[in-house]
């Protein structure tokens, strides 16, 4: 069915804008009076010009996690009061404030409405809507109970957030600090100490080796600057080309293991990912061999992406998970024993979520430990470099005072 986009008068006499769906312009301007919407004009969506729109405008109409979560939510409570799911689909399109969601929602609708299952009509749109998100609604279709399904994805989306939102958070005023400070340095450099130090490049004497260095410094960040910031620029780029290849990636991952404290984190991040997701699948009517295929991208690291991808090859020989993994020196050893109980009690589900659960909260405790250590060593970072532009400074100046005397 045609999407039509629309520009029209409310009750109040204001202006609104938005999508809808019918037969022609005829029925969409029939149906916009028949709640009280007067329309200004309206002209068909072209698919294509839309989909180069959304090209052009990626960063501003990428669609978050926060924004999923929260449609899912809606959409779970509305098939809950018995709506039908395209009745429910219609009813949240003029809630739904980003127009290049609005304009995906009213697809989905479309699809279904021409005889897709949700899950196929979900799987258009690969970079919206997650292989979790679409084998656990293809799960609730198959077993008719997508309204339960729908209120754990929104679950998983919002946890996934809450644990991003944290680590931000917990991270932002220790990289403010870090740019400030920066910042501060540079305008330090190349703006004050040149006009102070030109007075002892002028009198033609032995500088201070802490004073040459200074100078030295100075100059080359004053006549250079711009030549860094593209070396810089340039690096994140590469670094960014280089991630795409496979090995180069392997060994990022494995070296952000290997750092003390970090390497510790991002192995819970992981873990609590990988077996949230999982006992949520289980519980939803996923096969484990499947569960295991979709969980192998949520890791965010390649190193334990590619255990699990060994353990579930073990699992299809029939051996069990826990074991599987226990082989696997990047698993850490607290999980394993709990999916491990978890198998030899036949509550597999509920002790992969309680291991979750555990790493949630040892992550938290880390992130913490980590910001508070963070911020003295970047103040006492700067309390040394800004010591020793003092001294570089002083030194000088005390030698003069003592030829003068």
Same mark, same amino acid.
């Given at each position: ?16 804008? =938005?999508?809808?769906?019918? @037969? ?88 279904? @409405?021409? =005889?897709?299952?949700?899950? @196929? ?116 780029? !590469? ?11 392997? /060994? ?25 997701? !999982? ?82 909260? @040892? ?28 001294? /570089? ?13």
């Amino acid at each position: 069915m045609p999407v039509y986009e629309y520009t029209a008068l409310n009750k109040k006499g204001k202006t609104i804008s =938005g999508l809808i769906d019918s @037969e022609n312009i005829r029925t969409a301007k029939t149906k916009l009076r028949s709640t009280a919407i007067y329309p200004i004009s309206i002209t068909e969506v072209d698919e294509q010009i839309d989909k180069y729109k959304q090209s052009l405008t990626f960063f501003q109409s990428k669609i978050r996690i926060s924004e999923i979560s929260m449609m899912t939510r809606q959409l779970a409570t509305l098939i809950s009061a018995g709506f039908p799911l395209t009745t429910a689909l219609n009813t949240m399109l003029p809630q739904t404030k980003k127009e290049s969601f609005k304009r995906v929602l009213s697809r989905i609708k479309d699809s279904i @409405e021409e =005889g897709s299952s949700f899950a @196929e009509a979900l799987a258009k749109y690969p970079s919206i809507f997650s292989n979790i998100y679409l084998n656990m609604v293809r799960a609730g279709e198959a077993s008719g109970t997508l309204e339960i399904v729908l209120e754990r994805l929104a679950d998983i989306s919002e946890k996934q957030h809450h644990l991003n939102s944290k680590i931000k958070s917990a991270m932002a005023y220790p990289i403010l600090m870090t740019f400030v400070g920066a910042g501060v340095l540079f305008f330090l450099l190349t703006v004050i100490v040149p006009n102070i130090t030109s007075i002892f490049v002028e009198m033609n004497q032995a500088l201070p080796l802490t004073t040459q260095i200074l100078i030295s410094t100075s100059s080359f960040l004053r006549k250079w600057w711009l030549l860094i910031l593209v070396l810089i620029l340039l690096m994140v780029i !590469l670094y960014k080309i280089a991630k795409k290849n496979l090995s180069f990636q392997l /060994s990022v991952d494995r070296f952000i293991l290997r750092i003390p404290v970090v390497g510790d984190l991002v192995q819970k991040i992981a873990v609590a990912r990988f077996t949230g997701t !999982l006992g949520t699948l289980l519980e939803n009517g996923v096969s484990l061999l499947s569960a295991l295929e979709i969980v192998q991208n949520v890791t965010g690291n390649k190193i334990i992406e590619n255990a699990i991808i060994d353990a579930a090859k073990e699992v299809e020989r029939g051996n069990e998970l826990g074991s599987a993994l226990g082989r696997n020196k990047n698993f850490p050893y607290l999980a394993v024993q709990m999916i491990k109980i978890g198998e030899q009690s036949g509550s597999l589900e509920s002790m992969l979520k309680k291991t979750a659960t555990v790493y949630e909260n @040892e992550i938290e405790t880390t992130i913490i430990g980590m910001t508070s250590l963070m911020e003295p060593i970047i103040i006492l970072i700067m309390a040394f470099v800004v010591g020793f532009i003092v001294l /570089s400074i002083c030194l000088p100046i005390f030698e003069m005072n003592q030829l003068v005397k």
